[in-house]
C-alpha cells in the first residue's frame, strides 16, 4: 500500500510522517489514530504492507542456492550454459521429447543431470573464456577466485542468459 521513502517516525509534533517507517497508511499503534488504509482502530487494524526501492540490487537469501547453481554453470563472459553445441541438442531433444509424452515433471530431474555436466568445466565451449571455481561464503557472499562478485555484477550476467539454456537448468524464463 505504500512506498516508504524516508527513515523518519515522526515530525515534529509527534505525529507519524507520511512515506515514513511509521505511516499511518500501513496501520496504527497509538489508540487515538485511525488507519488510514482501512479505517480501524488499533485493535481493530491487522496492518497493511509497505514497500521500499532499492538503490542498487540485492540478493534474496531464499535464492543464494539457485544463485550458487547459475553462476558455477553458466560462463563469466558470455553467460552461456557450460555445455557444448552437441550436449546442448542432446538434452534440449530429451525435454521436447518429455514434453511431447506430457512427462515435464521428469524434466527438474533431467535438469540436475545438466547442472552436474556443466560444473567444473575451466573453459567456455562458446566463447573460449578461461573460467575460475566460483566458492560461496555463507551468508551471500559470492567468490571467483579471489574477486567478490557483487549483486550488480549477478545481474548484468543473468540478464545475458538465454531462454533456452534457462530450460536446460530447469528455470522457466
Same mark, same amino acid.
Given at each position: ?8 517516525? !515522526?515530525?515534529?509534533?509527534? !505525529?507519524?510522517?507520511? @512515506? ?96 552436474? @555436466? ?56
Amino acid at each position: 500500500h505504500v512506498k516508504i521513502v524516508t527513515p523518519e517516525l !515522526y515530525d515534529k509534533e509527534g !505525529y507519524p510522517v507520511e @512515506g515514513g517507517l511509521m505511516d499511518t497508511r500501513l496501520g496504527v499503534i497509538d489508540p487515538g489514530l485511525r488507519c488510514r488504509t482501512c479505517n480501524g482502530k488499533l485493535k481493530e487494524c491487522p496492518g497493511h504492507f509497505g514497500y521500499i526501492e532499492l538503490g542498487r540490487p540485492a540478493l534474496h537469501i531464499s535464492y543464494i542456492k539457485a544463485i550458487y547453481v547459475f553462476l558455477q554453470t553458466t560462463c563469466k563472459e558470455c553467460s552461456r550454459i557450460l555445455l557444448d553445441d552437441e550436449n546442448i541438442q542432446k538434452y534440449q531433444s530429451k525435454i521436447d521429447k518429455l514434453k511431447e509424452e506430457g512427462k515435464e515433471d521428469l524434466i527438474p530431474k533431467l535438469s540436475k543431470l545438466v547442472r552436474a @555436466g556443466a560444473k567444473n568445466v575451466k573453459k567456455c565451449p562458446h566463447c573460449k573464456a578461461k573460467l575460475n571455481v566460483v566458492k560461496f561464503e555463507k551468508p551471500s557472499t559470492f567468490m571467483d577466485d579471489t574477486k567478490r562478485v557483487n549483486p550488480i555484477e549477478i545481474l548484468e550476467r543473468f540478464e545475458k542468459i538465454t531462454d533456452p539454456d534457462c530450460m536446460l537448468l530447469g528455470v522457466n524464463p
